[in-house]
């Protein structure tokens, strides 16, 4: 999106250094990656930096309203309620589409957005590799602050552990193995030293925590927590001897609550030039003019399941728990990264943690995805090159 740098990148671009780079990742991480990793990174021009930045502030003043919590009590489900909530998320992270204005002007425009953490391990080492196979200048940065990536590993560690030991802090996962994002969890445990842990491994003893390693029971004292809700409920019978509805001694990094309340949850609440407008669906008495402007999503699941790109007002009609769904007005992907096979569209995801003490989250770093398919998600654009998972580089606004 610089177009010098864009075109000094896809001359200097070859299959042979990409399968090079491709091939530094299955032997880093043996069998871990199971999802597409795109040609190239994304070079994020100052103005768009400081239109992402300012987007994430605007969000922010909502979230850390007083009013924010009483909002969106609703957004817990009951049976999934989590004791000891804490005042704040640990985790923030924002799904942008950059658009294009009728000037030609990048910007973009908030898709999603979850308390919830995301690939904060394997960022860091794509960030890293990147650079090592092809031309990304030094003046871009992929981190934000004054962070090198020495300082967002130590940020990344104080967060997780503040001060424990990282046998006594597990990431709790659904079967992380199976997992498509492993390649994270196994990059969690390298940089931080931190287990990943299957929800169906952790034992409870009264208030107390345990999982085994080794032959030997090790107590656990903070959870970092990955499992989606959701698909707690794709498993028929399904049985764990610790249920997230219990009180227990054990200090959520990550709180389970958070996941609902900064999610889709929280689109009609938000004010910005940078948030298309959103409405739950329950609350409107009339559709807006225009429907084919809109999608549809449902509140409750994750990673693009049940969005509906095209409905009408007899589609809307028919949905008999529409308190369960909102109508957002649909964003125009711009094609802004030029590959040597046309445009192709970029999503930015920027990351934010939230320490304790501290009054308003910070961005670290940021991920990117590269599409060329209808829909974002790497499931949706497996039959593409140029797209998938990839890294951005930001010039300084």
């Known amino acids: 999106m610089i177009p010098a740098l864009r075109t000094h990148y896809n001359t200097l671009f070859s299959t042979e250094k990409y399968q ?3 091939q530094q990742i299955a032997h880093d991480f043996p069998g871990q990656l199971d999802f597409r990793v795109a040609e190239s990174p994304v ?13 994430g502030e605007d969000i922010i003043d909502t979230l850390v ?17 989590t004791p000891a909530e804490n005042t704040h998320t640990h985790f923030l992270i924002l799904d942008y589409a950059i658009c294009q204005n009728p000037d030609g002007r990048l910007t973009p425009q908030l898709i999603e957005l979850q308390g919830f953490p995301s690939l904060f391990g394997y960022q860091a080492y794509l960030n890293g590799l990147y650079p090592t196979f092809f031309p990304v200048p030094e003046t871009l940065r992929p981190y ?3 962070l090198n990536e020495a300082g967002y590993l130590q940020a990344m ?10 046998d006594h802090t597990v990431l709790l996962e659904l079967f992380p193995h199976r997992q498509k994002t492993r390649i994270d969890f196994e990059a969690t445990r390298r940089y931080w030293g931190i287990e990943p842990v299957c929800l169906t491994e952790v034992r409870r003893a009264g208030r107390s925590l345990y999982y085994q390693r080794n032959g030997r029971n090790i107590d656990i004292h903070r959870i970092y927590n990955r499992v989606i809700f959701d698909e707690l409920d794709t498993i028929p019978g399904l049985r764990t001897d610790f249920h997230f509805s219990e009180e227990i001694d054990a200090t959520w990094i990550g709180h389970p609550n958070w996941f609902f309340r900064i999610s889709k949850f929280s689109l009609p609440l938000l004010k910005s030039d940078f948030v298309p407008e959103s409405y739950f669906l329950h609350e ?5 003019d225009h429907l ?3 999608v549809l999503k449902p509140l409750f699941s994750f990673a693009g399941q049940g969005v509906r790109l095209h409905v009408s007002a007899a589609d809307l009609d028919a949905i008999p728990d529409k308190e369960n769904y909102l109508l957002q007005r649909r964003v125009q992907y711009a094609p802004v990264l030029e590959s040597p096979q046309g445009g192709v569209k970029v999503e930015l995801r920027m990351m934010y943690i939230w320490p304790d003490g501290k009054e308003r989250p910070q961005p670290i770093t940021s991920l990117a995805r590269l599409s060329r398919g209808e829909m974002i998600g790497v499931r949706y654009n497996s039959a593409y090159d140029w797209v ?6 930001f010039e300084q606004p």
């Open 284 to 288: 409107l008495s009339e559709y807006p």
């Open 20 to 22: 090079a780079f491709l």
């Open 65 to 81: 309203h007083p009013r924010f919590l009483q909002q969106t009590e609703r957004a817990i489900p009951v049976n999934s309620s």
């Open 292 to 294: 084919d402007d809109f």
């Open 157 to 166: 560690r104080d967060l997780l552990l503040q001060g424990e030991t990282p």
């Open 144 to 146: 934000f602050g004054h």
């Open 388 to 393: 998938g998972s990839s890294a951005a580089f």
């Open 43 to 55: 070079f994020v021009p100052a103005d768009l930096t400081a239109q992402l930045l300012q987007a």
